[in-house]
């Protein structure tokens, strides 16, 4: 039965089109339920009714045309109940409605069960027999697992179905995912190569058949010289017999095998990615049906060899392809070097299909100012390539092939975003205090984008996280003690004679080394942060001699250590600060500077530190809330996931609390605190988190102005009142509904025109 399962999965999602999918599907299934009639039905929320899209059973000339309410019948029953309906005579349930353009009179037994898709009823799958019978819990299981494994994958079909019709009658298609950083783009997408599969591609005709055929050459080419090299490379540590698959592929290369096929699609006028598809499916689905075992199995050599081939064939269009004017990034997963390879008068916006907006590439995005939105739904990127779009990074939306009233809206929005920007910028040279005097000190995070944060000094008041690890990303290997002095020297003369708080190296979790690789089935639960470098004192040494010797003469240097949970790892890191600061002692006795021993803090993320600031007080100078990783611990949700992206939030009145209690302990403990977390950079965030009691805060460069103007028109009597509001609600909507009447009360409401004009 799971291999049943399989191939109905495989071959719904090699079909090109919505209409065919869902025909293969139920034929499909009736097969191999040996049941009399399978039918699917699709929500149409537009007009609140399910609409039969594919039967094999009942009348084919009610395919498309047949519609049933939401509430009306069992169809409707199983859409509202979001559960499985099994009855041995339909007719005689209550519900039943008859209705005989469709055919059903003769079937008795009925089987229905609902399409989920990230928790929106997307149909109804039927199966219906003439017997009167119950379907067993084993054909029930079977068609409730089919239809959670194929929900995203029909969800998917649809979407390119619109996408399809969208384009020919040019109109607007939206998606929907979670908004990162914050803006609006109005720009042409540019696609990063994803990681390829058929499904992907999207079957194209193509008019130059000798530019295309000049393609596919070029790409078999590359692929006989990778199989030549791979050959080559372990001749020394595989048999003979081994090596031999090498030449089955280079046999199967040759122009009288794949090649003559493709020739074939090509003189039809399909273009050189969708002749290859056609031709490996073909091929693929032939080596299946074969009874042979050893002969079936040489499906999943076709199948290598289609994607490497393809593989060439997408990186040798992309080699000719140069970044538009106006390019809106899109990749499958982002990574900072994606962003680093466009040019920054080039970039506009920027989407990730998988990842979250709490991930630190998003965070790069924000602190690079560029509009981004996370998680939205898994389509083949391809087809998004060269199209128009416009990107609403305040809704989350993304709108393909807009059209012109869409585009002039939010031309027009831009426009006023410009405007307020400029309003912001016009303040930055002011104290940062609020109405009634009290002064907030407003830091910065940096050492994500490390081309352009020269320019923000005259921004702050100093750094309030300078995240060392973006140095060792950017490196082949380990830098030498003497290359992280000079970094780290720059870093601190720049922002002289303002402190600048230096985060040790903070790895694992989604920050990895190329060369360092930490594989875990739960990283962010695993080997990170202070883990790693108490582990490896080596490391930890260097980098702290690195500090220490670069604070020479200047003294604006403070040490954070991150992702502390034990008394013991405190106390293993402050020893090891003190062995680097003796043996520079010695080393340097001779030298003009002296060295000082800086103030040592901690990070305060994860929730068993909260509780251990009574021990810490007299062991360290000062505690940071890292809001990101906190809240992902405390509400148990990954913050990498775009799957339960909706569920990370900083609003969550358990989160406020926490961070309430942790701004109470400290002023007791008389332990100078601060917060550099995301929560800091959002107006709302920094208004709660001032009337707590923070008085410093780090942000990313593109919020620091923001923030100064709105807390200097707000008093801290207005923010505490709110704030006790906030703390007594039970739920986030209730402290985002507060936040917003607070806004709009105080004649901030300027500041969210974004979130509501285009909600």
Known sequence: MLATLRTIAEVVSQQDNLETALSRFVMMVKEAMHTECCSVYFADYSQDNFVLMASDGLNPDAVGRFRVGFTEGLVGLVAQREEPINIAHAQSHPRFKLHTEVHEEGYNAFLSVPVVHQRKVLGVIVVQQRDERVFSHDEESFLITLSAQLASQLAQVE??????????????????????????????????????????????????????????????????????????????????EALAVFEVYQQLLDARSLGQRVEQQLEQGWNAKSALKHVIIELVTQFEAMSDPYIKERAVDVRDLGLRVLHHLVSTESMVKSYPDNTILIANELTPAMLAEVPKDKLKGVISVHGSANSHASILTRAMGIPAIWGIEDIP???????????????????????????????????????????????????????????ISLLLNAGLDLSTEHLSAKYCDGVGLYRTEAWFMQRGQFPSQAEQENWYREVLARYHPEPVIMRTLDIGGDKVLDY???????????????????????????????????????GNLRIMLPMVSHTEEVDEALALLEQAYFELQEEWADQFYTIDKPDIGVMLEVPSSIFLLPEWADK????????????????????????????????????????????????????????????????????????????????????????????????????????????????????????????????????????????
């Open 159 to 240: 979407l390119q179905s619109a996408l399809k019709q969208d384009a020919s009658s040019h109109k607007t298609s939206v998606l929907k995912g979670v908004a990162s950083a914050p803006g609006i783009a109005l720009g042409e997408a540019f696609v990063v190569i994803p990681k390829l599969d058929f499904a992907s591609i999207e079957s194209q005709q193509c008019e130059q058949i000798h530019q295309q055929r000049q393609l596919f050459q070029q790409a078999v080419a590359a692929t006989r010289q990778e199989f030549h090299v791979l050959k080559n490379t372990l001749s020394d540590s595989l048999p003979k």
């Open 381 to 439: 990127l391809l087809q998004f390539d060269g199209k128009d779009m416009i990107l609403d990074a305040y809704a989350g939306r993304v709108y393909i092939s807009p059209s012109d009233v869409l585009r002039n809206e939010y031309s027009a929005l831009k426009l006023k975003e410009g405007q307020l920007h400029d309003k912001f910028e016009a303040e930055h040279h002011l104290a940062s205090v609020t109405a009634d005097g009290e002064r």
């Open 516 to 554: 360092f690789n930490i594989s875990e089935d739960n990283p962010f639960l695993g080997w990170r942060g202070i883990r790693v470098t108490l582990d490896h004192p080596e490391l930890f040494l260097d980098q702290l001699k690195a500090m220490l010797k670069a604070n020479a003469g200047l």
């Open 620 to 759: 360290v100078d000062f505690c940071s809330v890292g809001s990101n990783d906190l809240t992902q611990y405390l509400l148990a949700v990954d913050r990498a996931n775009a799957q339960v992206a909706e569920l990370f939030e900083p609003y969550h009145p358990s989160v406020l609390r926490v961070l309430k209690k942790i701004a109470d302990d400290c002023q007791q403990l008389e332990l100078p605190f601060s917060l550099c977390g995301e929560l800091g950079g959002e107006p709302e965030g920094a208004i709660l988190l001032v009337a707590m009691g923070f008085r410093r805060l780090s942000m990313n460069i593109s919020s620091l102005n923001k923030i100064k103007w709105t807390l200097r028109r707000l008093a801290v009597k207005d923010m505490e009142a709110l704030l006790a509001q906030c703390l007594a609600a039970s739920s986030a909507k209730q402290v985002h509904r507060l936040l917003r009447e607070f806004m709009i009360a105080q004649g901030l409401s300027e500041l969210l025109y974004t979130k509501s004009d285009t909600a």
